[in-house]
């Protein structure tokens, strides 16, 4: 028995016994609430649902929790059900319940945690959109982890997910890049407010080798070519790092064709027409203080040049054309402002703000020996995606982005995530499930099957903690789907290798010796098959590898 089916089973029982009694059922919540207690002495399970609907269906807490408990220790299932404090009910499974959990993995393999509860919603995933101004720092690649991780999340509840890169190749940063790479080429200085660092030197010789005669074109062509070259350049490097980080996207949408195609003139002709927009100062406004933003925004500006998020505007509407039902950004931690104003921006178009959700990520620091590591070796003071991988692998840098809230800023021992010893979190869920990879290939060596266990026959301690922890997978899911929290999922990991480890320390699985294989090796060879294929089935939702041997 699932949470999930005890959580209908207790639905049901509460409903049956209300309408026994004379009250309401219409009182009990679409979901009974049920969780697993800190304390296991207090049982496998508990629910409040006796204080939550009790003085509403006109009873008291405990009183109701006792007709609850009486009937729920006849059902199928329950070993027996117990009534605590003011109203809780303590519940635990009876062992062959416990083990259609174990079954349930078994049969879904791979699909096991999946939903459709987002079935038919199309999602628009916007992260990393770094400028092509050089490589992916630190916050970017949290991004990219994070966000590829929620993607994947989000598909396995049923929605269709395109990932897409905002690529921002239009405006003053270009240019400055430009220059830049001309001033590298020609051997003049870095332009005031310029782009440093070797990765400068690289793409200026190769376009400088592609294009012998660049350095000498007239200014206005030069800058041109530099320009074109250098952006498609560094994106193509960019393209790459995020490739070989097991981050790819679905759509790369240039900035630049918003303004080719007329659609951000469009945007504040529609913005005009409806009054949503205002002349001051010479610029245009959006009145976006009206719709819940801290401030209303200039558009354009007083030289007639669009503003950043007049192209927002644009951009925003242009994903409601392609049909998306929800669009998420996930932006830095400079970009708090953003939340208020695409909100604004949707609902001045007549849109619900809630299509909108804007995810900020806050900083990401490297820490070896104690101290900050600041410099990177091609991007100047910049750390990189590259610096990164290169210092720890991709399998922990990912893991390590993803396992924390994007709330919190992140500060990454290299010691500890280079370490090969259950201190480093992503070597701890990574080993179990080597182990694990270990464990089955000397069972077919000793020709043990888990092919039809009694599952029955798990009764100890560490048995049920491992299976109840395994049956919490689902749930874990969809609440990262549902707040946008791909860490609970590493986290979760955590706990499940926990779990095995203290099973396998306390549990013998295979025949020693001469010893003969009873069914008691079977079930509990198929309870370590199920926890090695929700390993797996979590590791691959963080874009995180499950080796088979370490």
Not at 30 to 37: F, K, L, M, Q, Y
Request: negative net charge.
């Amino acid at each position: 028995m699932t949470p999930a089916d005890l959580a209908d089973l207790l639905r049901a029982t509460a409903a049956k016994v209300l309408v026994e009694r004379g009250l309401d059922p219409a009182v009990l919540p679409d979901e009974v609430n049920v969780e697993r207690p800190r304390n296991p002495e207090h049982g496998d399970y508990a629910t409040n649902v006796a204080m939550q609907v009790g003085k509403k269906a006109g009873t008291n807490p405990r009183e109701l929790a006792t007709w609850l408990a009486e009937t729920l220790a006849a059902a199928d299932g329950i070993e027996s059900a117990d009534v605590a404090g003011p109203g809780f009910l303590n519940i635990r499974l009876a062992a062959s319940a416990q083990g259609a959990i174990v079954e349930h993995v078994l049969a879904a393999g791979i699909g096991y945690g999946t939903s459709d509860t987002l079935s038919g919603t199309r999602i628009n995933l916007e992260f990393v959109s770094a400028n092509p101004t050089g490589p992916v720092h630190l916050g970017g690649t949290r991004w990219a982890a994070v966000g590829d991780a929620l993607g994947r999340v989000l598909a396995a509840q049923g929605a269709e997910v395109t990932r897409e890169y905002y690529f921002n190749d239009h405006g003053a940063q270009i240019d400055r890049f430009a220059k830049s790479l001309v001033a590298a080429a020609t051997g003049a200085p870095t332009p005031e407010n310029g782009y440093a660092g070797a990765y400068i030197g690289e793409i200026a010789d190769q376009i400088v080798a592609a294009h012998p005669d660049a350095p000498t074109l007239p200014e206005d062509r030069r800058l041109e070519l530099f320009r074109a070259e250098g952006v498609e350049l560094m994106f193509a490097q960019i393209r790459q790092s995020l490739h070989d980080f097991g981050t790819d996207f679905d759509v790369y949408f240039n900035e630049s064709s918003l303004f080719e195609s007329g659609a951000v003139e469009q945007a504040v002709t529609q913005l005009k027409d409806s009054g949503d927009l205002y002349s001051k100062d010479g610029a245009w406004w959006i009145a976006s203080s009206e719709y819940g933003d801290d401030q209303d925004r200039v558009v354009i500006k007083s030289d007639g040049n669009a503003a950043y998020i007049a192209g927002d505007i644009a951009y925003f509407q242009n994903k409601r054309s392609r049909g998306f039902d929800l669009c998420i950004y996930m932006l830095g931690a400079d970009h708090h402002g953003y939340i208020g104003r695409l909100k604004a921006a949707a609902a001045a178009f007549g849109d619900d703000p809630a299509t909108v959700e804007v995810l900020i990520g806050q900083m990401v620091n490297l820490v070896k020996d104690g101290a900050a590591v600041k410099m990177s070796k091609r991007a100047g003071t910049v750390v990189t995606l590259d610096d990164l991988v290169e210092a720890i692998g991709v399998d922990a840098s990912r893991y390590v982005l993803v396992r924390s809230s994007v709330n919190s800023s992140i500060d990454i021992d290299l010691d500890l995530w280079t370490s090969q010893n259950n201190e480093n979190p992503v070597y701890y869920v990574q080993y179990a499930h080597a182990r694990l990879c270990s464990l089955a290939r000397n069972a077919a060596d000793l020709g043990v099957s888990a092919e039809d266990p009694d599952l029955g026959l798990l009764t100890t301690e560490h048995e049920g903690e491992l299976i109840r922890t395994i049956g919490e997978y689902p749930r874990v899911i969809a609440s990262a789907a549902t707040l946008r929290e791909p860490h609970r999922i590493a986290r979760y990991l955590e706990e499940l290798a926990g779990a095995y480890h203290r099973f396998y320390g306390a549990c013998q699985v295979l025949p020693k010796g001469d010893e003969t294989a009873t069914p008691l090796h079977t079930a509990r060879l198929a309870l370590c098959e199920a926890t090695r294929q929700v390993l797996a089935n979590g590791l691959g939702l963080l874009g995180v590898s499950a080796p088979e041997r370490m």
